[in-house]
């Protein structure tokens, strides 16, 4: 049986669907996600932020105490690309750190409508690349991140892959935007269980997004790409989510690939329910098994 704060996630986005209008701009968005967002998750406690630039965008450091100076979790943000930050997502990031054990860099990306695609990728991937020039070694970096920034994980990869750069160790993706088409069946399927990621509303963000691009260009809608050579990864994805058919597509896509894959489907819960992490016991299971994955890629023991 759910626990009662397992519901906060839900009530959290029917209340973005109830407070929605067609004349909102961008900005109000913005404001309302910063203002009710990171008040989902609990301060994990015993973890440190520091604010520093990366790429000449806004960073932070989630350094938990007596964690491993030299592994990195690369953690980048969602918020459908045109809302989120690294302080919506502070502490949901610095409870996957604190799990783990290892330091997190929580990187900015420009957003929509006033940047599209290629833009947020190559923000992503000069912050992944400075990580390298810092002497993290790639083998020691594991790249995470939620909705839009599960897309953009795999997109990092991806695009380090082709400028011939080493991967990481492992890849992290929490509800994983990856098909910008917004044409998986589970868009309707679930529909009655979904609470704000209904196909017109991912259609809109979607289209701010790619501006001209192709929607099917493997780099905006990773589901397209030729995943072979792609790190170790770990899908999880709500039961009751209408993006819940792309995670499984990722999943089949990787495994055929090649790719060392897993997919967790948690029943009854919705897009990113483990921002409840520090509340809900469902959430802090899911930060759990993350961080039990990853250690051992990591090299940690």
Not at 107 to 121: G, N, V
């Given at each position: 049986m759910a626990s009662k704060r397992s519901d906060a996630v839900r009530d959290?986005?029917?209340?973005?669907?109830?407070?929605?209008?067609?004349?909102?701009?961008?900005?109000?968005?913005?404001?309302?996600?910063?203002?009710?967002?990171?008040?989902?998750?609990?301060?994990?406690?015993?973890?440190?932020?520091?604010?520093?630039?990366?790429?000449?965008?806004?960073?932070?450091?989630?350094?938990?105490k007596g964690s491993a100076e030299d592994r990195v979790i690369l953690g980048l943000h969602g918020g459908g690309f045109v809302s989120g930050s690294i302080y919506t997502h502070r502490k949901l990031f610095g409870h996957l750190a604190k799990a783990v054990r290892a330091r997190a860099l929580l990187t900015d990306y420009r957003p929509t409508p006033a940047y599209s695609h290629p833009a947020p990728l190559e923000d992503t991937t000069a912050a992944y690349r400075w990580l390298l020039g810092q002497g993290i070694e790639a083998g020691h970096i594991a790249v995470a991140g939620d909705s839009s920034g599960g897309g953009l994980s795999v997109a990092t990869m991806l695009r380090a892959r082709e400028l011939g750069l080493p991967t990481a160790a492992a890849v992290m993706l929490i509800s994983p935007w990856v098909d910008m088409t917004v044409s998986n069946p589970t868009y309707e399927s679930n529909r009655e269980t979904e609470e704000f990621f209904y196909k017109e509303v991912v259609a809109a963000l979607a289209g701010m997004f790619l501006g001209d691009t192709?929607?099917?260009?493997?780099?905006?809608?990773?589901?397209?790409?030729?995943?072979?050579?792609?790190?170790p990864t770990y899908i999880q994805v709500g039961g009751d989510e209408t993006m819940l058919g792309e995670s499984l597509q990722l999943e089949e896509n990787a495994r055929k690939a090649g790719v060392d894959v897993r997919v967790d489907v948690f029943p009854g819960r919705l897009h990113t329910f483990q921002m409840a992490a520090g509340h809900a016991p469902e959430s802090d299971d899911a930060i759990g098994r993350l961080a039990a994955w990853v250690r051992?890629?990591?090299g940690l023991t």
């Amino acid at each position: 049986m759910a626990s009662k704060r397992s519901d906060a996630v839900r009530d959290y986005w029917r209340s973005m669907t109830e407070a929605s209008s067609p004349h909102e701009g961008a900005e109000e968005v913005r404001e309302r996600v910063e203002r009710h967002w990171g008040g989902l998750t609990a301060e994990p406690g015993g973890v440190d932020y520091l604010e520093i630039e990366v790429a000449g965008l806004p960073a932070l450091w989630a350094v938990p105490k007596g964690s491993a100076e030299d592994r990195v979790i690369l953690g980048l943000h969602g918020g459908g690309f045109v809302s989120g930050s690294i302080y919506t997502h502070r502490k949901l990031f610095g409870h996957l750190a604190k799990a783990v054990r290892a330091r997190a860099l929580l990187t900015d990306y420009r957003p929509t409508p006033a940047y599209s695609h290629p833009a947020p990728l190559e923000d992503t991937t000069a912050a992944y690349r400075w990580l390298l020039g810092q002497g993290i070694e790639a083998g020691h970096i594991a790249v995470a991140g939620d909705s839009s920034g599960g897309g953009l994980s795999v997109a990092t990869m991806l695009r380090a892959r082709e400028l011939g750069l080493p991967t990481a160790a492992a890849v992290m993706l929490i509800s994983p935007w990856v098909d910008m088409t917004v044409s998986n069946p589970t868009y309707e399927s679930n529909r009655e269980t979904e609470e704000f990621f209904y196909k017109e509303v991912v259609a809109a963000l979607a289209g701010m997004f790619l501006g001209d691009t192709d929607p099917r260009d493997p780099l905006a809608s990773p589901l397209y790409a030729d995943l072979s050579g792609l790190p170790p990864t770990y899908i999880q994805v709500g039961g009751d989510e209408t993006m819940l058919g792309e995670s499984l597509q990722l999943e089949e896509n990787a495994r055929k690939a090649g790719v060392d894959v897993r997919v967790d489907v948690f029943p009854g819960r919705l897009h990113t329910f483990q921002m409840a992490a520090g509340h809900a016991p469902e959430s802090d299971d899911a930060i759990g098994r993350l961080a039990a994955w990853v250690r051992p890629r990591l090299g940690l023991t």
